[in-house]
């Protein structure tokens, strides 16, 4: 559709031979990246006299940040670099990000003086130094913002072939492949990176990230040739967008005729799209014409954006606003993800030993999770999948929407076996005897949380590869980087919600002078009704997905990037 669907014809480009070099880009970069920030609290706190509360801060503030560009990123790669350039230029910020945080562990000027134990009061670190280590900072979260949402549809972008009755099961494949990828990345990430700086010291912690960021870089550049670059659209996506609504609302008395479509304005780049869908017919005024004389110009294009909008800006809007409810759904299960904070504090007061003389880190047990999440999408795509699609006549199996409820469903179950768990743990601790002390090892094994760590693993991997094709499916192309976005927006949403509700929590159970529900003294605090709460809402949450799932033709297994020749067929959502 417009420009945006103008693909270079190559049939020597694309296809699963470029598949190694966007995957193992995206690998390389995660590792470096969560590798880097997964173990940074103890950094600030020990090169920056930082205390946890201001270090946790500033690193909540860096991944929401992260998260956030996600959205600008995929504007700008969809309207004015292309998805290929945008992949291109975030790898190499991210690559600069991380040269100056290394660089701050080799030049002794850019951090303070440790903290000796006999100092009362520590020296800060300069304005200066602060100013190094934001400038690092900002340079990651810019290359992410691009990174992140348009590297996988940038991969998408190599295996969508029209007319190719195998695309939609290679589609559905690649992104079950691409999640279990950084599922991966993300376990060497926070295993082999955090030993490597906690073994060897900072200097080689932080270096091997630079290394395997020019890994990264070089391998996506390599296989330029092979690629499929998609064109932008001229126009500006967001603006058009907004235009869109603007004139919808300015012909809100306008009345919209039953049948035809003569009325009806296209873009000189719109051929597939004849007529408006009947969803939002509200918004079809945006692209009515009232006057020709008035509204177009002489060469056909219209005369005033803001009162005339073509009918593929209108469905654009329309695929937006499709999606909302369905994103909104998904918040409350990144809040469950982000809740496993606390479990850190649960592990340490248990016995984490696998094997006699092995004891897994406390802050790595969320290595079960990754493990699960894996697993459980290899399994997916390579016996459920062909397995299911014999009995629902279906190539991808499950719809992307049925994928998310389940997921949704389970991170629901996980909260509610978080909650019997830690109130086991808490009465065996105040059994004996450590209510006043959080420190005391707990005759209990830590094993007990992989379950739940295994179940928030598979509702993860089956929800988010759902809500992503669900996206892709939705949007049409040329907002194909906003798809993925809506994603990495939605966890950065999720995480202000989780921040509020822990803060409002934490409050009103300590009214009065009472002990908090989320005390640091665990063994006197109530974990487990903090879990319940977040059980009850999640299963709250469930029931509102299964009231929107009543809009949505959850039975629609196409991918309508490509508009039939009645109507536009970007609709999950029936006709209101």
């Known amino acids: ?266 873009s000189p780049y719109e051929t597939e799209v004849l007529t408006p869908s009947k969803d939002f017919r509200c918004l079809n005024r945006a692209c009515m014409i009232e006057d020709p004389e008035r509204d177009l110009n002489p060469d056909g294009s219209t005369s005033n954006p803001w009162n005339l909008c073509s009918v593929e800006r209108v469905e654009s809007l329309k695929a937006l606003i499709r999606i909302l409810p369905m994103w909104s759904a998904g918040f409350m299960m990144f809040v469950d993800m982000n809740v496993f904070a606390f479990s850190v504090l649960q592990t340490k007061t248990m016995d984490r030993h696998i094997f006699p003389h092995f004891e897994v880190p406390a802050a790595s047990f969320s290595v079960f999770l990754i493990i699960a999440l894996t697993i459980w999408i290899t399994f997916y795509d390579r016996v459920f999948v062909p397995l299911l699609s014999k009995y629902t006549g279906r190539p991808r199996g499950l719809s992307p929407v049925t994928r998310m409820g389940i997921g949704l469903a389970v991170s629901c179950m996980s909260m509610a076996l978080s909650a019997i768990t830690e109130s086991i743990r808490r009465k065996r601790a105040i059994a004996e005897g450590h209510e006043d002390d959080p420190h005391a090892l707990v005759n209990m094994s830590a094993m007990w949380f992989v379950p739940q760590y295994a179940l928030l693993g598979i509702a993860e991997a089956t929800h988010a590869v759902g809500q992503i094709e669900f996206f892709y499916t939705l949007l049409p192309k040329s907002m194909a980087s906003i798809a993925s976005a809506m994603y990495t927006v939605g966890t950065a949403v999720s995480s202000l919600i989780g921040s509020f509700l822990v803060s409002s929590e934490d409050w009103l159970t300590s009214r009065g002078g009472k002990t908090s529900w989320l005390a640091s003294n665990i063994n006197k605090g109530h974990l487990d009704y903090h879990f319940w709460i977040l059980a009850f809402m999640s299963f709250l949450n469930l029931l509102y997905f299964l009231v929107i799932c009543r809009f949505y033709d959850t039975g629609n297994d196409e991918l309508p990037h490509v508009a039939n020749e009645e109507e536009c067929d970007y609709r999950l959502l029936h006709e209101s």
Not at 20 to 31: A, M
Not at 50 to 63: E, P
Not at 168 to 173: A, G
Request: aromatic content about 14%; glycine content about 10%.
């Open 1 to 266: 559709m417009g420009t945006e669907s103008q693909v270079e014809v190559n049939t020597r480009k694309g296809g699963l031979r470029t598949m190694p070099f966007i995957i193992l880009n995206e690998s390389f970069e995660r590792i470096a990246s969560y590798g880097s920030q997964t173990n940074l609290i103890i950094y600030l706190m020990t090169y920056y006299n930082m205390s946890a509360a201001t270090g946790t801060s500033i690193l909540g503030i860096w991944g929401a940040l992260s998260s956030g560009l996600a959205i600008v990123g995929a504007i700008i790669a969809d309207s004015y670099w292309g998805r290929f350039n945008a992949v291109a230029y975030g790898t190499i910020f991210t690559f600069i990000g991380m040269v100056i945080l290394w660089l701050t562990s080799m030049i002794p000027q850019l951090t303070t003086l440790a903290c000796s134990q006999f100092q009362h009061v520590c020296n800060g670190p300069t304005a200066f130094q602060l100013a190094v280590l934001f400038t690092s900072f900002a340079f990651t979260s810019i290359g992410a913002g691009f990174v992140r949402p348009c590297s996988i549809m940038f991969g998408a972008d190599q295996l969508e072939q029209k007319g190719n009755p195998e695309n939609k099961k290679i589609v559905e494949s690649y992104f079950n492949w691409y999640y279990a990828s950084t599922g991966v990345a993300t376990m060497i990430a926070v295993t082999v990176i955090i030993y490597i700086q906690d073994r060897f010291g900072w200097q080689i912690g932080f270096g091997i990230p630079v290394i395997l960021m020019v890994l990264s870089v070089s391998t996506f550049l390599i296989g330029s040739p092979l690629y499929i670059k998609v064109k932008t659209d001229t126009e500006n996506l967001l603006l058009g967008l907004f235009q869109a609504g603007v004139a919808a609302f300015r012909k809100r008395k306008i009345r919209l005729p039953l049948t035809g479509c003569d009325d009806y304005y296209h």
